[in-house]
Each structure stands twice: as C-alpha cells, then as structure tokens.
C-alpha cells in the first residue's frame, strides 16, 4: 500500500491550481450555463491503462468548491487499472464539480502518468533486485507530489532537496581537485545521519573514490559491461547507481549488471499525462 | 519575436523552485567541496535539438542566489537550435551557479520541451492556415508560462482560466436542455468582450448551433470527411476548431480541411524535457 | 439572480482583513469587556436605501472567527432594499461577532456602495439598450469584488486584466504610427477568443478605424450629437462603447445616442460607501 | 512635512496589484503594439486641484516592471496641488510605463482622494483647534495607506487596529451591565501604554462615565448644542471626540464645540479618486 | 481567565510549523512504521512544574492532520501545574498524533516557558503593586504569541511593535538636540491614543523630562536608591517603568522602590522551554 | 569556517520579522524625532563574551530598509568574540538604521545564544571526539537559522525535518510489535540515502536492536557506565547517538563512554540570547 501525503502537503497546491482556473471571475461558463443550485453525479475514469496517483488532489479539488460533495474514492493510489476503470464517484454541485474538473484532472493525470512510466521501468526490471529512483528533475513546486508519484508507481526517491544528502559531481570533484580531497571535505561536513553519494564517469575514476568512504557511487554513463566490472569491484561494498542513458530498451540490460539503483530523470521530466476524464452518470 | 512575460510574472516561480530545492540547509555539497569565494565561467548548452523557450527563468535562478553574476544569453526564446548550442554565457560564485542549476533547467528544459513540441505541429500544418493552439490542460502553478512556451513555438493561446471566454460544453448543453437554449444564456451573460465558443460532437449539432451566434465552434473528434463537410457549412461564418484525436500524424489532414484552429493537449500536458545542461568552461 | 463567487474567492480578502484588524493582540476591548462564552444575536442591516453586495464577505467574516456562528442571510446580493432592511440574522460568541464586525461591514458596505451606484446609472439608461459596464480603475486588489459587485447592480463588466483583451489606447495608436498599423499588429497577435476593442477620439478617426476589423470602438468623449452620427456611420457593424464624461446627468443623454456600451469609472473608483449597520437584538 | 512609509510597506500591495492587472498573459495590447525595447517619457499629472498621496506607490510601480526607470517626483505627498499639476516625470520601457500606469494611478488617485477630502475637513475647522481624525473604515488590505493618505490631508489617526487602544462601544457597555463597569474592566486589562476611549451617546452617560478614568470619551451623535455643554463639562480635565453626523457642511460647528477631537468616517470608506493621468510627453 | 487570541492569529504558525517539520515527503518514520488507520490515546503532561501557555497551539497542530481528532484540554492556559500534570486527552489517528507532536511541544513548551518566567518574577514582586512587563524582544514570528504567554503569566505588554506607542530613546533625544524638543516633536506627532515615552539614564535628566508631558518615563539603569529619588521626584504625576538590569535577584528592591512598571526582556528573549512531554496511554 | 547560508532563505525571515515590528504605522518615534535624511553611523557591539552567529540578518534587515546603507563586517559568524567586540560598522539612514535595530538584534541575539551555547557543549567534550548534535526542538519558522547556528558553534545537525531520515522511537517500536520488526519495515521504505536510527532505553534493547542493520542507535537516558557498555558491545559497528539528561555538568562523562554523537534539545529551546547592542558612534 501507498503511504499517503498527508493534505496539509496536497491542499496549497490545489487551492493555487484553482485560483489559477478560476482568475478573476471564476467559471463564466457554469455560471451562465448552470443553475446554482443545480447537483449532479459524476465518475472520473481512466480513458486508457496505467497506475493510479493523486486521488486526494481530486478530493480536495472537488471540496474545496463545495465542502459538501460526497467524494467516494473507488480505486487506491498505486493501483494498475484497466482503461474504463472509474476511480472515483462524486455527487455535488454541478457548478463546484465543473469548475472544479480541470484541476482535478490536471493534477491527477499528472500524477499518474508518472506512476505509470515509474511502473513500466520497475516492471523492465522486475527480478533483478534493481531498484527504481527519481532525481530532482521534477516540476518546479510539485517535486513532493511527483516523488509521491514515484513512490506510488513502486519506485524509490532520490533526495527531495539539495540538502538532503551528499551528492559529489564532476564540478565538485574538479572544485576540489580530485575525488579523495572531495569526499574528505564531504565527510567533515556531513552529519550522523547524512549519507554521501560520489558520481564517477569511469571504472578509473571508480578505483581512486573506492577507499574514500561514500555511502554510494553513481555511475555515469557507464555500459553495461562497465557496471557489471563495477559490480564486480566493488563486491557489495557500498551501493551502486546507475544513471544516464536509461530508458525502457536499456533498463534491463542496467539492472542484470547487478547495480542496486537504477536513476532515471524522465520518470518526472518526461511522463506523458494519463489520460482520465470525468463522466456525468 | 516573442514578446517576453514580465519578470514580475516570473520571479515568483523562480524562487519557489530555489527555496523548494535548498530545503532548510541549503546546497550541502556545494558548502562542503566548493569554496565560498570560488568563481567559474559555464554555459547552458542543448543536448538535442529544438526550440528554446524560458531563458529569463535561468537567468533569474542564477542571479537569485548571485546578484552580482553576469548573465549572457546568447540564443532567444522561440529560436530553433542544434544540438550542442550554447544558450547563454554566465560568470559568477560558483556556489550560486551549482546551486540554481537543477532549477534552472528544470525550469528552462520543460519550457523548452512545450515550445518544440508546439514547434513539431506547426511545422507539420504549415501553409495550411490552421492555428495550433494550447489547452487548460497545463501544470498547476505554471499555466502562464507554459502558455508563453507555446507562442515560443509558434502556437497561440486558448483561453487562460475558466474567466476569460465561454466554452460551452457536453455538460453544460445538458444542464440547459440544448445547445439553442445554452447559447441564448451565454449571450446574456458574456461582456462585449468577451467571446463564446461551444462545443459539438456531429453535424447535426453544427447545424443546431449555428442560428444562435457562437464565435467559435468546437468539433469534438470529427473525421477529416466531417471536418471538411463542417467547413463547406459554415462557410466562414463562424471559426471553427478542430479539437480531438490530434497528434502529429493526424493533425495534417485535420488542417487541410480548412478548420481555422486546432487545439492540442499534449502541447503542455505530455511535451518531453528538451535536453539542456550545463557545462563549465 | 447573480452568480456567486466561490468562497475560494473571497475568503482570503476576508482573513486578510481580519488579520489587518486584529493586529498582533486581537480584539483588546471584547477582550476586557465581553465575557469569553458570552453569545449575542445580531442584525445587519442598511441605515440607508441601496443595492445589496457582498454578503458572502459578512458570513467568512464571521465564521473565520466563530465557525460555529449560524448566519442567516435574509436578502440576496443583487437585491434592492429601503433603508432599515435586515440584511442578514447572525447568532454567535459575541466577541467573535464584535470582533469581526468592521471587517464584514468594510467589506459588505463598500460592494454595496459600487452596486448602488451601478444600479443609479443602470436605472437612468432604462430602455435605451445601452449597458453600464465599469474599467480597470478598481481598489488593488479588490477588483474580482468590485466587478461583482458591478454585476450585482447590473452592470456589465469590461476588461478583469490587461491580458484579457486587446484595447489599443493613444498611446498605442502614436506607437504604431497611425491606427492601421495598430489594428494589424494586434489582429496578428489576438488569439481566437481575445477580442480586439480600439479607442478614438473624433469622428475622422472613426472611419480611419473602421475598415481594419475591430470588434469594439471606444468613443472617447464624444458629445451626444457626435455620438449618433458615429452610430449612423457604423450601423452596427461594430459595437460602440461610449467612454468619458459619463455622469448621472448625462448618462441618458448618452445612451440615447445608440450605442451599445458605457463605460464608466466612478463605479469603482468613486462609489460611497452604503451605510450598513449591526444592531443586538 | 509628511513623514513616508517605509517601501516595505507598500512593495508588497504594489506587486499585488500588478500581478492582479497582468494576469496570466501580461498587458497583451503593449506586446501586440510597442516594441519591445521603445522607450518613452511620460509624466504623472493632475486632471483637477487636490492634495498628493501616493508618489511612492506610482514609483514603485514603475520599477517594478522597468528597474532601470527613471521616476523624478516634482512634486511632495502632502502638497497641495492645482488642476495640470505635474507630480512626477518618467523616462523608461514603453511597455513598462504603460503596463504599471493603471496600478500607480488607481493607488495614487485612491490615496490623494483621501488626502483631498481630509484636507477639506481640515481646512474647515481651521483655527479652532479641532483635529480630523479617521476611522477604522478603510479598504481591506490598505488601511496602513489610507491612513498615511489621511496624514498627508493634515488629518490624525485613530486606532490602526482592534489591538492598540481600548474603545469601548454601546455592545461593550451592555455586555458589561454599565459603563462604570465597562471602565473598571477595561482598565485592569490595559497595559501602561494602551488608551481607554468610551463612547455616549448622552449627557447623562458623559456624566456615568466622567469618574471612572477614560483617557477619551466619544460623544456618538451629539447635537452642537450638547458637544459644547460635554465640553464645559468636562472642562479639559479629559480628551473629547466627536463622531456621527459629520459632513463638510456641519464640520465647523462641531468644531466650534471646543472639542479636541473629530472623527469622519468618510474620509476613507467615500472618498472619490482624484483624477490623475499620465501624458506622454 | 487569560482572554484567548482568535485561532485566526495562532493557525498560520501552526501550520508553517507543521509545514517546515513534514518538509517534502512526510513524517518517513510514521509512515514506515505505523499502519494508516491506526489510532491512538495520548496525553500531554509536563515533566516539571510551571505555568501553560499554547494549549490551542497543540490543539490546532493536531487537528492539522486529523480534523476528526479529539482534543479535550484538562488544564488552561495560565494555570500553573506541577510536574506530571496531565494538560490534554487526546485520541485520534496514530500517524497524524506523531507527526504532530513536535510541532505541539515545540510551541507548547516555549510559551509555557515564557509563561512560567513571567509568573516567577510577577511572584517575587507581589504585594508591591509593580507590574511586570515585557518588551519587543521577541523571536521574529512570535511576537504575538509570545506575548500573549506573557499574559498567560501575570505579566501586562509593552508595545507590540514600533507603530502603537512613541518610545524615545537615546539616539531620538541625541537627534532631536535634548529631551525637551524631542517631547514636544513627539507630542506634535502623536494621535490621540497613542501615548508617549522617554527613557532617562539619570535622576537629572528625569528633572529635564518632567516639564514636557510624557505619558509614562523610563528609568533605565537606575540603582533601587534612584528608583526611589525617582518616585518621590514625580510623586504619581507620571507612570514610571524601570529598565535595566531586572533579574530574579534584583526585581524585589526594582518594585519595592515604588516604580509601577519593571520591563524585562529575558521574559521573552531567555526563557528556557517547559519540558512537556507526549505520553501513549 | 562557517559555510553561509544562502541570502535566500534568510531574507523573507528578516522581512517578515521587520514587518511585524512595523505594523501599520512604521516607526512612530523615529518619524516624530528624526529628520527623514538624517545619517548616522552605528556599530553593532556584544555587552558579553560568546559566539557570532547570524551577521547576516543584521545585514538584511538593514538593507531593506535602505538598500544604500553600507554595512561591514568586522567579525564573522563562527567566531569567539569578547564583550565589546564590534561586529559590523554599519553608516545610513538614521531612520532606517533605529527602525531595523531591533530585528537585527532579535534574530543575531538569539542565533548566537545557540551558537555560544552549542560551543560550550563544543569544548566541554573536546579531545573526546565525540560531536554535539542539535534536536528538532526548535523555534517554528526558525529551524534552518537555528541549525546554523548550531553549525557555527559548532555543533552538527541531527534531522532537519520528519522527512530526511528515519528515526524510530518507543511509540513506533510498540506499534510494530517489536524493535525487529520495525527496523524491517524501515528498511523497506528507506530509499538508498536515507539513513535509519533506532532508539533504545536499555541495553538489552540494545541488543535486540543490533542485529537488524539501523545507522545508527539512539541510547536514551543511559547512564555513563551503560553507555560504555554499549560501546563495547557493540564495537563500531554502528553509531551510537546519547541523548536524554545531557547538560553542560553531565556531557564530558557521556562523551568520556566513546559514543560518537551526543544530541542536546537545549542548544536550540534553551539557549540565552547573546546579549549584543548597536551603539551610535
């Protein structure tokens, strides 16, 4: 099951996606289209097959026009569903419910469309032990919705934030004049609970940060045959992530090579919408 | 050329992005394995091919956390570039530069991504006279932006909020007992400048629509052979917009019947990142 | 009937301005003088005959700070009442009622203000056809009220921003080297939905406009007499929007003329306050 | 001379009020019709005689779309001014000046109506002594402006808010069975530096409330006849204010009372805009 | 009773609080390790003796993330209590009570902190008729929070910011060319309501003061024998408020020289947390 | 040296905390006193020996209230300083400078109280190697401030939020049923850079704990004899954090029984201000 966001972190973003919709004389077209006391029922279901993500940016959405909408959520966050599939029924306002869909809809299908690709990448690699991860490449403002996602699509997040971790890349190493003075400084400056990450571009590079202690390498760009000599040198003893160049046709090929961690940007960057829409019943 | 957003319009974004991406400690490699005072030189390069769209955003990240770092674009939004062009020369902290640089391109790589994707369907409608525009189907909080990328790619804006036109829809035909009647309450209540589209799914509802004075007429998923026969109806008396089943192998046809505008989601729901990084010289 | 605002609209006005009120210590006088549990039962209503606007702003008012309060609205927004009419019933804590009371009738009263204005000009041009619409010239950052509150007095509102039409000024005009020029340059850059309104200001510069295509020409302090022949010429193939000048005793005069729209400034910028009281009953 | 906010008092509903006329699209008519890099040289002027408030916010203003501006102020808040009056000369963006020019002259002509009207009140009671005070009946969100406007007219403030000063009304008095009691109570809970006000509505109240120590007493209402019998009886030994039924045409007699004090409502919830413009010149 | 602060002024700290602890994915430990819908029973209960302040604070942060929560408060706030005292009930879902707790004791501890100094000094002063005060150092954020703990513990406020009271000090006087032209500067500038202060390092400079009409002088750095000099100099014609050097062992001599105020900043910038702890049950 | 942090994250604290000292008035006594273009020149100047931290809030507060004062540093954060050690020379607007003096010294007063408290913590364990770690019992808004504050005593930051590591305490262990089993769970939601502490209150707990993999193990309330025993037991195979009792009288014994980190809620909810001045000169 997915551990859900609690609101508090999902209402200031529906509530700024609605004010965004709305503008300055909120929905002209319900409002001259639509009796203001008029209720209607409606469903919102999937017009083709993914993983389900963002359910509560729905509800919320849906609230927030009309406190009183029943919003009855008929499939769960992280969920693989069938085109057709309804997700959730809704009796309220018409007005509230109209205004209110495009929100709904943006958020939601967004949303699912990243626990789709996240879930076509963890299917790819399914068996291998190779875990799925996202990077920061995400939607400025949503990166803790989209990782949510990510979580949602059975994939594990990367650091939330530059300061959430250590993470060494080529200009730091150049900054520092070499990976052995980089991860130095790295480890005086870490904290008990901060791990440190290394990137290197080659199995050369890999050997000199090797006894430096990071927690994790990342390896850039490497082949597969590369990470597997990696994997190999390494021997378990610390973790490895692949990164750059992963895509649906190379995952699996990355992931047999052994390396615990698989990062790919597009899962957040790159994720076409799930298409959803909402039905009047 | 295009005509750029006031930053005013921008900055607030911009700065969300920063503050969401340094959390509560700030860049903790940078204050590790970067020297406060160190400067660099970089450039923004592309990694692939495509129209450019959101440089004020990077320009504003950097300066955000260096006030006093020189910015130097050398590309224009809506300017198509190869791979590997640079698209602006910075000087500045170093610490500032690695520090805004995920948001940077975060920022600049989605626009980018909308305006050549928006670039893609022009391209295939050219000489057509048909229009590619935008849909509401846009990221919550970054509707205006998106929007302003797609005008860099030669697109043109739908509306901007639910406020700003009347659009008359499925839902909003039902709740009025039929189009004639829809359209008659919409009249009565739109400004003088405000304009009012509807949307119909046959020809027959074409022809029930067009006695009651609609600006534009939405054709909701009608055949290339539909959308001519709607066209000969009309004859120009009303703009029509082809909306639907648009992708970039169907969208030729579509305009070649003539229809003045067609309408696009994937433009801002589903465009690819445009790859861009950052390189230091 | 007129169309409400959603609350997401208004309530963050409301809590602004109770928090502006309520400075950094509350209610000091409630707080020394009225007993914590005390409740009361109270009346809004008008020391003076008008127009009706903005209850909605009375009840957030006082449900921001007693959401437990029952508020019993016993007119409608939109509604026309003698002086001494009972606008609306509240039972509550009566520090919260006491506390909340300025704020709610700030804000009720001043709407109600622009709504009886509107209603004075509305009434004066009765069964001429004209519509009173107002302008820009709003309170920052009350312009969704006000414009509702111009709808509530019957009017017709113009432009909610300057993004959401065109209106080519003098300025615009000297910029483009004559009224042609302009005209051109905004027709290529309107979107399908945005109309396209021109301001002139002498009959000569009526028929340069003319032949170019726009959807509304602003007369700009035409007299009466120059007023219908500017009608006569156009013969409605353009709708005329009387602009300057306007006041309650020309206003008809005006109108008579045949155009379609008068705008008017002083809705919003110079509308005094309706007297609206609360009593204990 | 007028002693002026700090910007960071007023930047913040500058920017509001900007973001609030841009929209999503900015000023769509400047984009379609100056160029991007014209400049021009305008200057802020009076369409009639009045008092000036507000310089700061038109500045502010039109920096915040154009920072390399130049804004020459010709003229003070606080002076009075005639009819063509230039207050201040402008060279910058085009677009810039044209964009801001709505949101600095719907605050500077807000703001030197309040002046304009306190002036008049306080021209009136010229050389009696008397002081014009306002009220807590501003605009939501721009109290601290109006107020400021209400010194620039020569007038003084009354309580910013419910939290700095005790007043306490007829609700107040019945809550607390008597104003004797009111008094005690408003006393034990003020702090040494928090004024005690009460209002009457009699003679006979004045006379219930004159032991109990209120550094103020507002007398609600009171004939000119009975203001100057509460002035001899009270016989300087507490400060009076005067509040209800103040116009311009009944202002002097009031003040002729001999009171200190005179409270005018009017000044900031009916103030008429003075109308300022902006000419290019 | 201690009068509380509307929820309006306490729930957007709340919620910033709870909003900074959650950052970008959650309360991880809660989520990994707690079921969904598991509840829970807790108490709040101090760990040693004091005074509580902030009750609503952990009410309203519990009810942050679990609206249906009960929260029933077995003490309030300005009672003082032993170690042990159980202060809140509190049953609702698990997850959202943990994530909640810190937020809760974060701001529950540090007003009660501040109430238990403030009761400790107004103890050691009783009996001689001084009134403990507080001053503007505050914690940036707090301000009004914090001094509403120092209601909770006997204590009265000083200003609550820079705008409710003049306050002359040194540096005003050193600018104004003596104390006598900055009172009458000051008197000149002040409304109505608001009161006037000066500080004075000396008995002779007291003597300055005097004539000019301050509403209440502050003796800063007085020794107990000048206090006294101080108070037999004025004999009640002015309120007196000691600064300075006020701490537990010094406060009792400071009130029994007969000054009606003693002002200490360690009350709000000082005072260590109350230890109270959250307790499954 | 201490790293900065990023203006950014510092500047909306400082506006904020200048806002609400300024109310609705701004300054009343420097407007009353001070000529509006008077300079003067200050010094800011510790009255007792500690820590710096926080200069460049100083900084930011006074800039924002004149962007053209010149403000130098003659100390830096992190540094040891005397009583009566100047800080910054800072010449500009006397206005400005008197109105910002109090926000300055609020947030760099109480942010070097943490720092110089964290030092002692710092020097009492020296030679130990053991590193003093902060809480989250910190003040809401300020976490990221006071943990460099921490930093710039010192000290080393534990958690800065719910969301960037797990940590396990009594109520997570019940609910799991155990310490085995919630360290499995953790492990399972942990992603590859997040680390995972476990509390322990015994040292059988201890042992039950050990084999399940945590980073590391927080021993809660041991006394010194136990903490060594845990030291031995468990060899360095995991990092042992005391927590519980730990003041500057108990902390060397702690540090003296090997553990390599020792968290102290005090640096942060009980820190002293540091008593700094700003003196005209």
Known sequence: MIEPLPDLLIEPIVRLALAEDLGRAGDVTAQACIDADATMRVVFATRQ??????????????????????????????????AGAVLAKVTGNARAI???????????????GVATLTRAYVDR????????????????GLRHLEK?????????????????????????????????????????AAGH???????VDSLSQLADALPHGADVIMLDNFTPDDLKKAVAL????????????????????????????????????????LDIGLDAV
Do not use: W
């Open 193 to 199: 609970l901060t791990k440190i990450e290394v990137e």
């Open 125 to 140: 690699v399914d068996g291998t032990g190779a875990r799925i991860v996202d990077t920061r490449k995400t939607t400025p």
């Open 234 to 273: 390494t021997a378990g003893s610390v973790v490895l992530e692949a990164s750059g160049g992963v895509n649906l046709q190379t995952v699996r090929a990355i992931a047999e090579s052994g390396v615990q961690v698989i990062s790919v940007g597009a899962l957040t960057h790159s994720a076409p919408v």
């Open 148 to 188: 949510y996602a990510v979580r949602c699509g059975g994939g594990v997040n990367h650091r939330f934030g530059l300061d959430d971790a250590i993470l060494i890349k080529d200009n730091h190493v150049a900054a520092c004049g070499g990976i052995a003075n980089a991860l130095t400084r790295a480890r005086a």
């Open 49 to 82: 097959a993914g993983v389900v993500s963002g359910l509560a940016c729905a509800r919320l959405a849906i609230l927030a026009l009309d406190p009183k909408a029943s919003f009855e959520a008929t499939a769960a966050d992280g969920q693989s569903v069938e």
């Open 98 to 112: 109209l205004s209110a869909e495009r929100t709904a809809l943006n958020l939601m299908g967004r949303l699912s």
